[in-house]
């Protein structure tokens, strides 16, 4: 306990906690959801602070984006490459990027309001909850074209699970300029300087893959051409997927608004209300053969490359009980998701998993939390219990890695991980 709350403190930068110093000194979206559910039980208004810091960043549109930067500070893409003033809905003072991330705020708001208490309580819901409304009405004025329930993300940062395999698919179709695909073939160290600074303090084979960086870089510079407006994007899309991850997220987040709402007497409006209700069944066609997956929007297919997604329909409370007790053997599958440190984000036996690389094959803490609260949802309290210890474990071993080896538990990636260690003060103090 003691150690985290150091590692918070180290990467605390007054209202807003960076995930990492060294790699991403800024403030990232589900990262400040992550950190202020641990800060909750040891300093409530802190914890508040972290999000009512994000409020400055919303955008006109009701977006929160999923990084709001410090100009002093550096990351191979920052404010300057983003230029979020091109977007008449971005705020005027405050630079961000142009796109956003899984809705895992309104969790948080729930957390933090719940350990908050009379004067200070009513204050931080009067901000948080307009704000909240107006960011989950975004997701569903601007990025559910169709009116399906499903809403749909543009890059594979919007997804938070960035290298995941299914996301790899879809990104391949990105068609790198020809100079770039020289540049990577010939190895060129100032292209590789430039897509890779990351590599210099963590190891490559860690990392995302030069070829998959270009092309992450390659889209957000179509999205950033089209000022980042989702009507323009969506018309004829790089990159457009109904993401099963983000869409649990907002249903789990909209049960989570409502609980804000009632803790300040007032209610959630009806056509946010009818909208979660719409992506809650919707969810059940991504279901097949006893998984769930995302769904290529511009194809209409579901992208069957197996991966840890296939468990946040639990989050979301969308599985029959049957479908639950399917996952749960799948998850407990030793060959697939549950070596000696559970959950790998590609199942070991998958041709795409690899120990280290970043979201094909680490366990990582956040996804492990996710899933235990899923878990506990439908009451398989006995392998949520296990989980903890066994993530518990794996910190205690290795500290507080950005990402882990699921079969050795070695840590891989950045040290001092702000929601490893958030996640940890929250798994130790709650049942
Ligand atoms: C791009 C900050 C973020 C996390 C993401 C994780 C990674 C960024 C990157 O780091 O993404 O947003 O540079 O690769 O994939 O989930 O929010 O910790």
Redesign the pocket.
Known sequence: MAKAKAVLARNDRGDYTV?SLQI?PHQ?L??SAFIAIGQAHYDPDRAARELTSLVKGQWRNGMMP??IFDPAAGYWLDHNFWKSGLSPDSPKDVFTSGIS?PPVVALAVEAVAGKLEGQSRQKFIDLMLPALIAYHRWWYRERDPRNTGLVVLVHI?EN???NTPPWMVALNKVRLPVWMRAGLALQLPILLKKLRPDTKIVSANQR?KASDAARALILAQHLRQQKYDSARILQDPDVAIESLTTNCILVAAAESLEQVAQMAGATVPVDLAAKAAQTKAALNALYQDGQYYSRNFITGRLIKTPSLNTFFPLLAGVASEEQASQLVELLKDQKQYWPAYPVPSVPVISPSFDERRY?QGPTWINTNWLIMKGLRRYGYNQEADELKRRSLELVAKSGFGEYFSPLTGERYGIDNFAWTAALTIDLLESN
Do not use: S, T, V
């Open positions: 995930p991403y990232w589900w990262d999923h990084i991330q940062w938070g699970l960035d995302l979201w």
